[in-house]
């Protein structure tokens, strides 16, 4: 078992550009999350998927934040344009569909935006 | 879903028992206690979690009291790579969908 991974582990760019930031779930996990970690604001749950279903993006911060799950081994979450402010550690989980399965985590993304 | 409140640090020294206390006294009767940790630079991990009674696993021991207002999370042997961000959630059983993680307990292990 692989675990979640999560690539790139760092990215570094200028305000303005796009960046994409994807994630392989555990073969079999149902459900995938993006959640956003930074001092301020701890960790903060963006977007949840259930087979490849977007079921809550209540957390997306704005429209510049976009998330999609094209088959059950993948999910990418994009900025577009990306901001100082998005910089942040981005991590995904994953689970499976049981009662009270637990969240496995990624290694997260380290995004920089000067 | 109940709030969770947490001392922001603590310290142990290593091989001694660290005891995290989580006070949630608006839990509900169909909430769960879940610990999470998240050691410096890792993605969160999965500890442990239960609903009234007390739970064990081989990372660490659940605590419940019996009104269910606050509860224990027991590493019984803390090392050094125990040090870490301790989170304790309560959420609806069931589907863990959208777990809140509030700012937790940094345990520190000390030699």
């Known amino acids: 078992d692989a675990g979640v991974i999560q690539s790139p582990r760092h990215e570094v760019t200028e305000m303005g550009q796009e960046v994409t930031l994807r994630c392989k779930p555990i073969s079999g996990h149902d459900y995938l999350f993006w959640y956003r970690q930074t001092m301020m604001r701890g960790l903060e749950l963006l977007i949840y998927?259930?087979?490849?279903?977007?079921?809550?993006d209540s957390g997306m911060p704005e429209d510049r934040f976009s998330a999609k799950m094209p088959n059950a081994s993948f999910s990418t979450l994009k900025i577009q344009p990306s901001e100082p402010r998005d910089s942040a550690v981005y991590f995904c989980?994953?689970?499976?569909?049981?009662?009270?399965?637990?969240?496995?985590f990624g290694n997260g993304t380290r995004l920089t935006v000067t | 879903d109940a709030k969770t409140t947490q001392p922001p640090s603590m310290d142990c020294a290593e091989g001694r028992a660290a005891n995290l206390p989580c006070n949630h006294s608006t839990i509900s009767g169909n909430e769960y206690v879940y610990w999470y940790r998240q050691i410096h630079s890792q993605g969160p991990q999965y500890i442990i979690h239960g609903l009234k009674n007390n739970e064990t696993n081989e990372m660490a021991s659940l605590i419940i009291t019996e009104d269910r207002k606050s509860s224990t999370l027991i590493l019984p042997h803390a090392t050094l790579r125990d040090t870490a961000v301790y989170y304790c959630i309560v959420r609806v059983g069931g589907n863990t969908d959208k777990l809140i993680f509030g700012t937790g307990t940094r345990l520190q292990v000390f030699p």
């Open positions: 998927f259930n087979n490849n279903v977007p079921i809550d």
């Open positions: 989980a994953s689970r499976t569909g049981t009662a009270n399965s637990p969240l496995h």
